[in-house]
C-alpha cells in the first residue's frame, strides 16, 4: 500500500538553505520517504515560492 505524503515548503527549504536547527530533521523525513511507500506530494505553488526564496537567498538555478 502506498502512502501520499504532502511535504511542506518549510522542509524543502530547510534542506536547500541548510537552515539550522532544521536541516538535519526535514534531511531525515526525505530520505524516509525514498526507499519506503510513500508518495511525496507538493502543491503548486510550494514549487514557485522555493524558486523565488533559492534565487533571493543567493542560490544558482
Known amino acids: ?6 511535504i511542506d515548503t518549510n522542509i ?3 534542506i536547500f538553505l541548510k537552515r539550522e536547527p532544521f536541516f538535519e ?3 531525515q523525513v526525505v530520505l524516509e520517504l525514498g ?4 508518495v511525496p ?3 503548486s505553488s510550494s ?13 544558482p538555478r
Do not use: H, P, Q
Request: glycine share 6%.
Open 35 to 38: 526507499g519506503n511507500n510513500f
Open 1 to 6: 500500500m502506498e502512502y501520499k505524503v504532502f
Open 47 to 59: 514549487i514557485t515560492d522555493i524558486y523565488y526564496i533559492c534565487r533571493k537567498a543567493g542560490l
Open 25 to 27: 530533521d526535514s534531511r
Open 41 to 43: 506530494y507538493l502543491s
Open 12 to 14: 524543502i527549504l530547510d
